[in-house]
């Protein structure tokens, strides 16, 4: 017997309230959020999954280094600095940008993983901003061929 939701057992309309919450915080690339209550606070746990590419799809050639350096200019230089050495003028105050042609990264270090971190941000406090829907993500593959070109030389 199937009753309408304003007539389910309390219990029944928790449960779904919980199973709702879980499913609405579904987020890109099927990253999914768990909801877990703890004596009365929510904790929001963000569960990558591998569905991120892991390769980079555009090849490294003059023209994507170049179509890199471009975007790359006009987004993340004023944090990063044109060199991409963690040196931008307009840096947000109490933030510290990477330097992104050392040898560590502090996020993951692969394409794919660069990728994600362009595209999503780094949380807690996202000094490092998300791009998706502000670039695309040709422009970001494009960025991390100009990172790896910049790094070569």
């Known amino acids: 017997m199937t009753l309408p ?3 389910l057992p309390v219990p029944s309309l928790i449960t779904f309230a919980a199973a709702f919450a ?16 703890a004596g009365g606070s929510v904790a929001v ?4 999954e591998e569905s991120a590419p892991q390769a980079n799809p555009i090849e490294m050639s003059e023209d994507s280094v170049r179509a890199g350096r471009r975007v790359f200019g006009r987004f993340c230089r004023s ?8 040196q931008g ?3 947000p105050s109490g933030s510290r940008p990477a ?3 050392d040898d560590q990264w502090d ?10 971190v362009i595209r999503e941000g780094v949380p807690p406090a996202y000094d490092m901003d998300a791009w998706e829907g502000r670039i695309t993500d040709d422009d970001i593959w494009n960025i991390i061929n100009f990172l790896r070109d910049l790094a070569a030389n």
Do not use: K
Not at 107 to 116: A, K, P, V, Y
């Open 107 to 116: 996020h993951g270090g692969t394409d794919g993983e660069i990728f994600t």
């Open 79 to 86: 944090c990063h600095g044109m060199q991409a050495d963690g």
């Open 22 to 37: 879980v499913l609405s915080l579904t987020g890109p690339f099927g990253a999914t959020a768990r909801v877990e209550a």
């Open 99 to 101: 330097n992104l042609v």
């Open 89 to 91: 003028m307009t840096a």
């Open 5 to 7: 939701i304003n007539r």
């Open 45 to 48: 746990q963000e569960a990558q």
